[in-house]
Nanobody, 117 residues
Framework: QVQLVESGGGLVQPGGSLRLSCAAS????????MGWYRQAPGKQRELVAR???????NYADSVKGRFTISRDNAKNTVYLQMDSLRPEDTATYYC???????????WGQGTQVTVSS
């Protein structure tokens, strides 16, 4: 049974920072592209950032230069460092593990990020 457990969300003022964490159980982490997605009320879920097994990263244009994704393979954990947060970053953030040809993708339960003064 694969589980992805996110943490680190919360309320922050504009310009502030948060770090999200996603811990993966099982052996899927080492064979997966890991990603962070977000979904705001009334909007579709969108990719925020992802990182390959070899630590190649890509980001949505809206977060480039402000967010940093990283992974710690020894801890089976992926992180999303979010700096210079804006009100439009407010959303539920979901962790995703995609083992590509080895099986289906998995989602975490989501963590709420609210950017407001």
């Amino acid at each position: 049974q694969v589980q992805l457990v996110e943490s680190g969300g919360g309320l922050v003022q504009p310009g502030g920072s948060l770090r999200l964490s996603c811990a993966a159980s099982g052996s899927i982490f080492s064979i997966s592209v890991m990603g962070w997605y977000r979904q705001a009320p009334g909007k579709q879920r969108e990719l925020v950032a992802r990182i390959s097994i070899g630590a190649v990263t890509n980001y949505a244009d809206s977060v480039k230069g402000r967010f940093t994704i990283s992974r710690d393979n020894a801890k089976n954990t992926v992180y999303l460092q979010m700096d210079s947060l804006r009100p439009e970053d407010t959303a539920t953030y979901y962790c995703n593990a995609n083992p590509l040809m080895y099986g289906p993708a998995y989602w975490g339960q989501g963590t709420q990020v609210t950017v407001s003064s």
